[in-house]
């Protein structure tokens, strides 16, 4: 098929996705409205500052963001795993169609919900007094960096309901994704952790994004050198994921 047909292919499944929000709203609310509820509980309810020079907000804020951008994936596992048991993947399979469309379109709509959930997030942070010090380029380069990763955890969470296969396991597969988000830096410094439990949050690609998110955006905890890390886990990542979601997508009822 030529790239005409691809784009084709993929935009068509976007649009049957993006028709899907019409119809299921409060699905969509939810998904927005529940990392807003961490970011308040942790900010007012829990937050410590731990190890945190500076205001804890502004820490605080870019740790949510990248936090969000991991969370969330049980929509889209939901949405596959359906799919899968309801025969519209067979269908669609019997038409002339890129292999894959069908997981693409599904991804380029999740990226749009995360977009917008991004936009709203930041609004809230400005709202209880976060701040991004770096300029608008520094901002929309750590929104670039923050929608990679999730990018790259939306293929990952793919390839696990292609796996998974039913709805059902979709919850007990989501766990994974929780020690994933929490054993990191989104809500305390490692320094302020025991040694090895630093070294394993320092060492999780979240970590790395947030702390570049940090960075661009001259937050406390900011370090440099960690853009380079926040670009590289997610493209390790994808091209781990992506091929093997789109070979398990292509071999399914064989």
């Not at 894959?100 to 599904?106: C, D, K, P, S, Y």
């Not at 709509?109 to 709202?127: E, F, K, N, P, Y």
Request: with cysteine; aromatic share 10%; charged share 10%.
């Amino acid at each position: 098929m030529s790239a005409a047909y691809v784009v084709s292919d993929c935009w068509t499944m976007t649009r049957r996705e993006l028709a899907h929000w019409a119809r299921q709203p409060v699905q969509v609310l939810v998904g927005l409205v529940f990392p807003v509820m961490m970011l308040l509980m942790f900010g007012y309810l829990v937050g410590g500052g731990r190890a945190v020079d500076g205001d804890y907000v502004d820490y605080l804020v870019p740790g949510m963001l990248a936090l969000t951008m991991v969370f969330g994936l049980e929509g889209t596992m939901t949405a596959v795993t359906q799919d899968l048991n309801k025969g519209v993947v067979d269908r669609f399979r019997a038409m002339p169609m890129t292999d894959g469309a069908v997981l693409v379109g599904r991804a380029s709509a999740d990226m749009l919900q995360s977009a917008v959930g991004l936009l709203l997030m930041t609004g809230v942070g400005h709202a209880i007094g976060w701040r991004a010090n770096g300029g608008f380029g520094a901002f929309l380069g750590a929104m670039g960096l923050l929608l990679l990763l999730r990018f790259a955890m939306l293929w990952i969470g793919i390839f696990l309901a292609l796996v998974a296969g039913r709805a059902e396991l979709v919850q007990a597969v989501q766990i994974l994704v929780w020690p994933f988000g929490f054993l990191s830096n989104a809500f305390a410094s490692p320094d302020s952790m025991p040694g090895w439990l630093g070294a394993v949050v320092e060492w999780n690609p979240m970590s790395a994004t947030a702390t570049a998110v940090r960075e661009l955006l001259g937050n406390p905890g900011g370090e440099p050198g960690h853009v380079t890390a926040a670009v590289v886990w997610p493209l390790v990542l994808l091209a781990v994921f992506f091929p093997l979601a789109v070979r398990k997508f292509g071999r399914l009822g064989k």
